[in-house]
Nanobody, 123 residues
Framework: QVHLVESGGGLVQAGGSLRLSCAAS????????RGWFRQAPGKEREFVAAINWSSVTYYADSVKGRFTISRDNAKNMVYLQMNSLKPEDTAVYYCAANTLNIGYSTPALYNYWGQGTQVTVSS
């Protein structure tokens, strides 16, 4: 059975940093797109960042220049380094895997999801 497990969330002051990790088990995802999404209360799940099998990266405009996605295929891990955090970054952050390798920013294209980790940024 496939599992994606996020860690690293927490409470941080505005301007601070957090590093999220996502561990995958049950299958390897080295040849597939991995992504991070987030969902704030009362809002739809939105794309944050993605990385493909060649480590080409994609970012939402709202996080570009502040967040960095990376992957370690040997460990079946993906990471999200978040710097210069803002209160509007507060959300539950989800990691996902897209074994269709079609697109990168649409949640419906991702077929494996973690349970999420809460990130709260105080002003």
């Amino acid at each position: 059975q496939v599992h994606l497990v996020e860690s690293g969330g927490g409470l941080v002051q505005a301007g601070g940093s957090l590093r999220l990790s996502c561990a995958a088990s049950g299958r390897t995802f080295s040849n597939y797109v991995r992504g991070w999404f987030r969902q704030a209360p009362g809002k739809e799940r939105e794309f944050v960042a993605a990385i493909n099998w060649s480590s080409v990266t994609y970012y939402a405009d709202s996080v570009k220049g502040r967040f960095t996605i990376s992957r370690d295929n040997a460990k079946n891990m993906v990471y999200l380094q978040m710097n210069s955090l803002k209160p509007e970054d507060t959300a539950v952050y989800y990691c996902a895997a897209n074994t269709l390798n079609i697109g990168y920013s649409t949640p419906a294209l991702y077929n494996y999801w973690g349970q999420g980790t809460q990130v709260t940024v105080s002003s």
